[in-house]
T-cell receptor, first 113, second 112 residues
């Protein structure tokens, strides 16, 4: 079955430190890939997406993600985290068929001073 | 530009009462529409999605139902709420099932 795994439930980083959130997918073919962010009590906001082409994708708020086919991964990165980045992050994937996006269970990011 | 609205923003309902949550999208035609639920501290659970008027796919056939009476309107309903229906309900839309979804602000439902 198609699935998306985010191995880390909760990550804490210091403000100004670099960040990497992990995402692995299990699909027969390379899916479309997405990262979303959710602040408490709000809806999800799309950070970036990957359909094809350049494997390093730039998004909003200074985030980027790298697609690695050999590792079935699409990890999210940010070189310097700000306190306002504290939120829940969701990775999602979809194939080109008629089934909706499959979301990972999310990673909660805490930022400490 | 496209916008998505959900109301109400918050709702407190007693067990056994009915429910109606509404979602509308502006600025696009024939969107795919989705209802999700987030229980406290848990991930997203897809409840229903619709690729057109009157076309509803149910992912979690429990105490809830969905309807799409108009192209850009998606309604989530229940005849009798359960305590387990409490949660954060999110509506989303996309231009294609496999493409990115855009989410509304959500409705916080508390069943007492």
């Amino acid at each position: 079955a198609q699935s998306v795994t985010q191995p880390d439930i909760h990550i804490t980083v210091s403000e100004g430190a670099s960040l990497e959130l992990r995402c692995n997918y299990s699909y027969g073919a390379t899916p479309y890939l997405f990262w979303y962010v959710q602040s408490p009590g709000q809806g999800l906001q799309l950070l970036l997406k990957y359909f094809s082409g350049d494997t390093l994708v730039q998004g909003i708020k200074g985030f980027e993600a790298e697609f690695k086919r050999s590792q079935s991964s699409f990890n999210l990165r940010k070189p310097s985290v700000h306190w306002s980045d504290a939120a829940e992050y969701f990775c999602a994937a979809a194939n080109s068929g008629n089934t909706p996006l499959v979301f990972g269970k999310g990673t909660r990011l805490s930022v400490i001073a | 530009s496209q916008t998505i609205h959900q109301w109400p923003a918050t709702l407190v309902q007693p067990v056994g009462s009915p429910l109606s949550l509404e979602c509308t999208v502006e600025g696009t035609s024939n969107p795919n529409l989705y209802w999700y639920r987030q229980a406290a501290g848990r991930g997203l659970q897809l409840l229903f999605y619709s690729v057109g008027i009157g076309q509803i796919s149910s992912e979690v056939p429990q105490n809830l139902s969905a309807s799409r009476p108009q192209d850009r309107q998606f309604i989530l309903s229940s005849k009798k709420l359960l305590l387990s229906d409490s949660g954060f309900y999110l509506c989303a839309w996309s231009v294609n099932t496999a493409y990115e979804q855009y989410f509304g602000p959500g409705t916080r439902l508390t069943v007492t």
